[in-house]
């Protein structure tokens, strides 16, 4: 049986999988496999970073992309309203296409995987979610299940059946950036069953503007897969964060605690890819964990980690001034 790491990516995110690459390498060993799933055709960067690692490969069997490509397309056809929704924010069509194109890890080279987003640093060994796949077929570290508004629009169709029970809401739900699983359990079967429910009516609960959490979130509630989510059965004790979001995590040498327990893995969750490209160019921009992110991007060349000079940038939003808070106050008043 062999197990790997996935993630899904472009050029575009090319420090950030370098820092992905060898956060793994530094935490799991060199021989720890990982697969690179084209978000599009730009990879110039990322093929050759897999040359130089032996083991690291982009993933190439055009016959499973296109066949999840269709797959999606056929899926967002049923849906009501998305096409309509998606010029708002989109003129590429089904919106975030690419992210899609996770999902070729159920066809891809690993019998068990655990996929994680390119803005994701593993920062403790994956012991816990292999040993959880010996009895699970979906594996999940995270507290999505806090706000379903960024996994499903509403909780049952407009003929007022519920398509989950309450239990699978708060229990199964998860983010998409973090995964455990294993390769065929989306057969061609399972999917015209998916397919099927969706066109009768249950399309109307995806949410268009996370496209791919929703639809693999309906997939495994849907198929009723055997799941667990560690942050829910983990004892409290062993419990941690595992968001950017979180302010009080402490660091030493690269690695993250949360209340003296190390992270198994650091989500830069809402943290822009523009903001990374800064940083490694040399632009002295301000993101949460930043020295975490520095190190592992420059592990294996410290020597090229840029040398800061002048007052630190932020990136977080500026407060209103008072002239702003008095016309929004205002305008709730009339």
């Known amino acids: 049986m062999t197990d790997g790491i996935c993630t899904l990516a472009n050029d575009y995110v090319y420090d950030q999988v370098v820092a992905l690459l060898n956060s793994i390498e530094a935490v799991s060993g060199a021989d720890m496999p990982v697969c690179i799933f084209p978000y599009d055709n730009r990879i110039v960067r990322l093929q050759q970073l897999a040359a130089e690692r032996p083991q690291v490969q982009v993933y190439d069997d055009q016959a499973a992309i296109q066949r999840w490509d269709k797959t999606v397309c056929k899926i967002w056809a049923t849906h009501p309203t998305a096409k309509q929704e998606w010029p708002t924010v989109s003129d590429q069509g089904i919106h975030r296409m690419g992210t899609h194109r996770r999902y070729c890890a159920f066809d891809g080279p690993f019998d068990r995987f655990v996929y994680m987003d390119a803005d994701t640093l593993l920062i403790s060994p994956l012991d816990p979610v292999f040993a959880a796949l010996e009895t699970m077929d979906w594996v999940t570290y995270d507290f999505q299940f806090k706000d379903l508004s960024h996994v499903f629009r509403e909780h049952q169709s407009s003929n007022q059946l519920p398509i989950f029970s309450d239990n699978q809401l708060h229990e199964q739900i998860f983010c998409s950036g973090f995964y455990g699983s294993k390769r065929g359990i989306f057969q061609a079967d399972a999917l ?69 327990r190390r992270l198994i893995y650091l989500h830069y969750i809402g943290v822009s890819s523009k903001l990374f490209q800064r940083l490694c160019e040399g632009e002295n921009v301000d993101i949460p964990y930043r020295d975490v992110f520095l190190h592992y991007r420059y592990l294996r060349s410290p020597a090229a980690r840029p040398q800061y000079k002048g007052p630190l940038i932020s990136t977080q939003p500026k407060p209103p001034n008072l002239r702003q808070r008095l016309l929004k106050k205002l305008s709730l008043l009339n």
């Open 192 to 260: 015209d069953d998916i397919l099927s429910a969706l066109s009768q009516g249950e399309a109307e609960i995806l949410y268009p503007m996370a496209p791919d959490q929703t639809i693999l979130n309906y997939m495994v509630l849907k198929r009723k897969l055997p799941s667990i989510n560690l942050a829910l059965t983990l004892p409290p004790e062993q419990r941690t964060g595992n968001s950017v979001t979180s302010q009080h995590f402490e660091t030493r040498d690269g690695l993250v605690y949360d209340k003296g």
